[in-house]
């Protein structure tokens, strides 16, 4: 199968999945529930997330991991679960993808280094655990994302990098500021990533949350414009969230998210996907357009 990366350099652009939370809550987890113990206890229900994605014509599935390191599941009593839980995220996915790639999903701890909330160390030695447990469940590539702090980001992708033999992809979360400038919640732009996460020996770059589409076409220019050869991750929101009847809609339909895929490709995208409130529906959609150009 080789790796990702070497699909992009044949000049291929790759279709990764949608949202995972969404999909969980419809099957029943609920609020306070942790979402990484279904792995074992409900394999099937995750199983069927990841298998309908590759039904609707993924290149790549994620795990269901994103809150898996030790930080996150010592909340739920479940600090000595790590390598397991997400041991079971990669396996899951793993049998539903067949001879699709998987990608290990890590998200950031919720701790704030220049708070002092925690250690380099602390933080390394966290992802590290997780990225073990992933490469074990066999994935293809640690998918490290929505991180807003590059100080954690580049302890994540080192993790990574030191102690799996998989490729190592990482996302920011950009939002668009009054100025029209995208920054993450820390105020780093797309440039600053860009420098940043390659020297650290991230294989791939990207943002994933906080935006429609259509926004992700202006960072991915800014990405491509400071790196020519980086190859780039999207993973859009289904539009901007709204509220509706006491709950939360993300109001971009199937048609309109595929209808800016080719603007995305032309600024420099080589992997796109969804994020929240994406579905199967919106990932067939992208693999309509991208088949056809």
Not at 109 to 123: A, F, Q, R
Not at 230 to 255: R, S, W
């Amino acid at each position: 199968m080789g790796k990702i990366i070497d699909q992009i350099k044949k000049g291929k652009v790759l279709v990764s999945d949608g949202a995972w939370g969404t999909f969980l809550q419809k099957k029943g987890l609920q609020p306070g529930e942790c979402p990484e113990l279904w792995n074992i206890e409900k394999p099937d229900d995750v199983f069927e997330i990841a298998q309908s994605y590759i039904n609707a014509g993924a290149d790549m599935i994620e795990t269901n991991s994103f809150g898996g390191t030790s930080f996150k599941l010592k909340k739920y009593g479940l600090g000595d679960k790590v390598f397991e839980l997400n041991k079971a995220a990669g396996e899951i996915s793993r049998k539903a993808a067949g001879d699709k790639f998987v990608l290990g999903s890590i998200g950031p701890t919720g701790k704030i280094l220049m708070m002092g909330d925690v250690t380099e160390k602390e933080l390394y030695d966290a992802f590290k655990e997780q990225c073990l447990g992933l490469e074990a469940g066999g994935v293809d590539a640690i998918m490290i994302e929505t991180m807003s702090d590059l100080e954690e980001a580049k302890l994540a992708i080192k993790a990574a990098k030191e102690n799996t033999n998989c490729e190592v992809f990482c996302t920011m979360t950009f939002e668009k500021t009054l100025d029209g400038e995208f920054r993450s919640m820390m105020g780093i732009g797309p440039t600053d990533m860009a420098n940043s996460l390659v020297e650290a020996g991230a294989d791939l770059l990207g943002a994933n949350c906080g935006n429609g589409i259509a926004d992700m076409i202006g960072i991915v220019k800014e990405i491509r414009q400071q790196n020519p050869e980086i190859p780039i991750l999207v993973h859009a929101n289904a539009g901007m969230p709204i509220y509706e009847d006491g709950k939360t809609v993300f109001p971009e339909t199937p048609n309109e998210m595929s209808s800016r895929v080719k603007e995305i490709i032309d600024a420099g995208a080589n992997i796109i996907g969804g994020c929240c409130g994406t579905t199967p529906d919106h990932i067939c959609k992208v693999r309509e357009v991208i088949d056809i150009n």
